[in-house]
């Protein structure tokens, strides 16, 4: 009885995967040349030099995000995994991680925008990232597996897939978030839809969008883990090891390592999430309709042009001499 209803998907999902590769093989090839020679170069970039380069680096970066206290945390923090051995599994997950969120992002973000401009869209993108946040992150890896065989191509692309909806999701709220008023301003002015968007939706929609970049990282990083099942090495095949192995150090180590790198790129994204006033008053002084290189300029003379504003006399009123004689004089008195 069970047999005669049931329906077979499984089936039908494995044939449709055997097929994509029979005719995409080529692609495929491409796609993880691509990857495997963009995660060598970025790999060898953290690798190669001294570890203390690359840690006064990311301490660059944390002290121009959120400051000191960020700066000397995040070196810290990278010293307690060069203390405990991991540095360069450690500098592998990385790799995996800015590679894998990157190419994310860089889909995320247009489709996120597209979806707020467009009902349409957004009504059929739902169902999509609903389905792409609910499935097992382990189902991912085995196409991933068939396509591109063992190593970190098929850890990156299980990644890009498991970690899209989030940045897709955030942009859209963003650009839908921002007030109304204020992009009827900017038509009203005359400024292109594609001004509108970089100088006035884009800087508003910040917050929201830097918070799907910093999610979209976190899922990245979550899957490091996984992807050192399928080969990918760094981090997540030392927790994998430690596993087959019952090694508690090791895996304690590894472990600490994972939350050291996840706990730094969230505070350092997360800093980043605030609109800084250059791109606010861009946003400000395009309802001026001054060009991209005025803006700066309206922008600054903003509030003195607040200030004559108040000061001067009504529009069609003319200046009138303190000592000069009324225009309408009073009749004289015989």
Known sequence: MNDAFRLPLGDVVETAVRWTIDVLGGFFDVVALVFNGLYGWLDASLSTPPFWVVILVIAAFAYWSK??????????????????GQWANAMDSLALVILAAAVAI???????????????????LRPVLDFLQTMPAFVYLIPAMLIFGVGPVPGMVATIVFALAPGVRLTELGI??????IVEAGHAFGASPGRIL?????????????????????????????AGMVGAGG??????????????????????????LAMILDRVTSGFSTARPRTVR????????????????AARGSADA??????APKAGARAVP????????EPAHV
Request: aromatic content about 0%.
């Open 282 to 297: 861009r946003a400000d002084a395009v309802g001026s309709g001054a060009p991209d290189g005025q803006t700066d300029a």
């Open 322 to 329: 303190d000592d000069a004689p009324s225009a309408h004089p």
């Open 235 to 260: 981090l997540g095949g030392q927790v994998v090891q430690s596993l087959s192995r019952i090694d508690i150090g090791l895996g304690v180590e590894a472990g600490l390592s994972v939350v050291i």
């Open 67 to 84: 400051g000191l206290m960020l700066a000397v945390g995040s070196a810290v923090g990278l010293l307690v995994i060069v203390a405990v």
């Open 198 to 226: 970089r100088q006035i939706q884009l800087p508003l929609a910040l917050p929201s969008i830097m918070a799907g970049v910093n999610q979209v990282i976190m899922l990245s990083l979550s899957m490091v883990v996984i």
């Open 106 to 124: 860089a889909i995320a973000v247009p489709l996120g925008i597209w979806a707020a401009r467009n009902d349409r869209v957004s009504a059929t």
């Open 176 to 181: 839908r978030g921002v007030d109304p008023e």
């Open 306 to 311: 607040e200030g004559r504003a108040i000061a």
